[in-house]
Structure formats: C-alpha cells, structure tokens
C-alpha cells in the first residue's frame, strides 16, 4: 500500500542513515584523537583503568626524577669519600716516611697539616641540594637519609612510597657539636689496635675541626722532633684503622649508588610496560578505523541515495492525478 502520510521505506532509509552517521561520527572521533575509548561513557571499566595507570604513570615519572636526585646526592658523597681515602694514604706514607733515623720530622708535620686541611675542605665541600652526609655542624646527629626509590600500588588499592634509606653514622668524617660521630674527629685507642695490647689507653684523633673541641683525653696527630717511634706506630696503626673504616663507608655507597642505577633502569622500563597496557586497552587500530571510516562513508551515500530513491517514489503518486 502506497500512503501519502506515512513513508515507511523513506524511515527505513533515515533510520538506517542516522545509524551509519552515528558510527561515522565514532570513527572519526577515533581517528583524530587516535584513541577508541576516550571518555568514561566509551568504555567505564577500561576508561577508568587506563585513568589510574596514567596516574601512576606520572607518579612513576616523578620516582625517577627522586632517584636522580639521591643518585646525585650519593655521587657527591662518594667522591668525597674516595678523595679523603687518598689522602689518608698520603698521610700514613708520611708517617711511615718519618719513622726513618735522620729524617726532619718538622718538615713532614707541614705536610701533615696540609694533608688534614685537605681532609677538612674535602668533608666541607660533599654538599649536594643542600644535604651533606659527611660534615655535621648540628646538635643532633644526621641521622638516616631516605631516597625516594619506587611508588607501590598493591592488589587492593593502597598506594605507598618505597625508599631506599642511608644511615649517615656510618658516613659523617667531621663533627664539630660530637666530635665521636666522626671519623676524623673521634678518638681512637691505638692500644687496642695492637697485636697484643697493653692494658694502656692511648688515644689519638686525625683532626679538630674550627669551632669544636679536642676529644678528651686524646692526642692529636702531630709529630716533631720529640716525637718517638712508639708514638709514630700508634698513630700509623690509627690512621691505617681510619682508612678501612672509610673504605668499609665507601663500599656501601658504592652498593646503594648501584642499587639506585638498578632502580632507575627499573622506573624506566616500568614506565614504558604501563603505557604500552595502557595503549592496549584505549588506543585505537588505526588501520581498522581507517578501513571501517571507508566503508561508513560509502554506506553514507548508499544510504542518502536510499532516502532519495524513497522520498521520490512518494511523488510518483502525483502521476496518478494527471490528465
């Protein structure tokens, strides 16, 4: 039946064109923005889980830059720490030199007093971002330093900072408020560093730093010509002690500036992992967009056609009342 009030082949025809201008319409959004699901209503769950991913994502970006930084810091220490090695060398080969008969001991105190100057500057100057692990002006110890290492999310939700942590005891060379918290600073009894002890403290520290005291009841090491050879052997077997303790310091920041590259390396591969799931879930294919934008825009003027052919057949009524 051919009725002038209702076309149901012209609504078949719009109904099917508004269906292909809709995919179009989706198509298209996919292809200029690259992704299939780009708002909450495209997809809610895979939406809502490439969101938090992102999140973390930049959580992540923000981990490495913190290791970087703690890298630095750890580098700077080091460094100082090798350098003051070499000079705690320097001085036991200077002791060990003034233990010769005839030697003008006077002459190598100068360069004792510039070796522990040497010291001194190197321990001032391991500062990085504000933070130094080896020289402590302050009433209360350094304390253990923290570096941000990781950002955890676990299987329920819960987010936390994972750090990676350095107690500075085992680092500080000058302390001017305690002089025992340093290595360089403190007393130690070269007595007990002898193959058989006698029972007798003597104590001896490296340095003393300007604006702090003398450990009591320490000798600093200073020689001259008074000075014996008993004296000369306790201070080289006390400044030999020191400098495996430093050594023993540097190994361990050597191992957390280890870790640390490990992590950092670790971040970075991370990072990638999560944006290549992220891109799974949301990205679009883009040689199936590009396909499926072809054949809706052919289905478009099919479908335009259609209505045409459909709104047209309505006017050949008018035929009909024709003389």
């Known amino acids: 039946m051919t009725s002038i009030l209702t076309n149901a082949a012209a609504m078949a025809a719009l109904q099917t064109l508004r269906a292909i201008d809709n995919g179009l319409e989706t198509t298209q959004a996919r ?13 809610a769950a895979y939406w809502s889980i490439a969101t938090t991913m992102r999140s973390d994502n930049r959580a992540l970006s923000t981990v490495a830059d913190a290791l970087g930084l703690g890298a630095a810091k750890v580098d700077t220490a080091y460094t100082a720490l090798e350098n003051v090695i070499d000079v705690m060398s320097e001085i036991k080969a200077k002791l060990v030199a003034a233990r010769e008969p005839g030697v003008d001991k006077t002459k190598i105190n100068d360069e004792l007093r510039e070796l522990k100057s040497q010291l001194l500057s190197a321990a001032q100057s391991a500062s990085f971002s504000g933070e130094n692990w080896l020289y402590n002006s302050n009433l209360s110890p350094l304390g253990t330093k923290s570096v941000v290492a990781s950002f955890v999310r676990s299987a329920n939700g819960n987010v936390s900072v994972a750090t990676l942590d350095f107690n500075t005891a085992n680092s500080v060379l000058v302390d001017i408020k305690d002089p025992s918290r340093g290595y360089l600073t ?8 002898q193959e058989t002890p006698t029972a007798t403290p003597r104590y001896y520290h490296l340095i003393v730093a300007p604006g702090s005291t003398a450990p009591a009841s320490s000798t600093e090491i200073v020689i001259d010509g008074s000075t014996t ?3 000369l052997d306790d201070m080289i077997s006390v400044v030999d002690n ?16 280890k870790r640390i590259e490990m992590q950092e390396s670790f971040v970075a591969t991370l990072n990638d992992v999560i944006d290549k799931g992220i891109g799974r879930l949301v990205d679009a294919d883009m040689n199936e967009e590009s396909t499926r934008l072809k054949a809706l825009q052919t289905q478009q003027q099919l479908g335009i056609q259609s209505l045409s052919i459909a ?7 008018l035929q009909l009342f024709r003389q």
Do not use: W
């Open 186 to 193: 403190k007393a130690i009894d070269a007595d007990l560093l």
């Open 31 to 43: 292809v200029s923005s690259g992704m299939r699901v780009e708002t909450a209503a495209d997809n």
């Open 242 to 257: 020191l400098t495996k303790q430093l050594t023993n310091a540097a190994s361990t920041l050597g191992a957390i500036t």
């Open 229 to 231: 050879y008993e004296a």
């Open 311 to 317: 709104n047209s057949s309505a006017e050949n009524i």
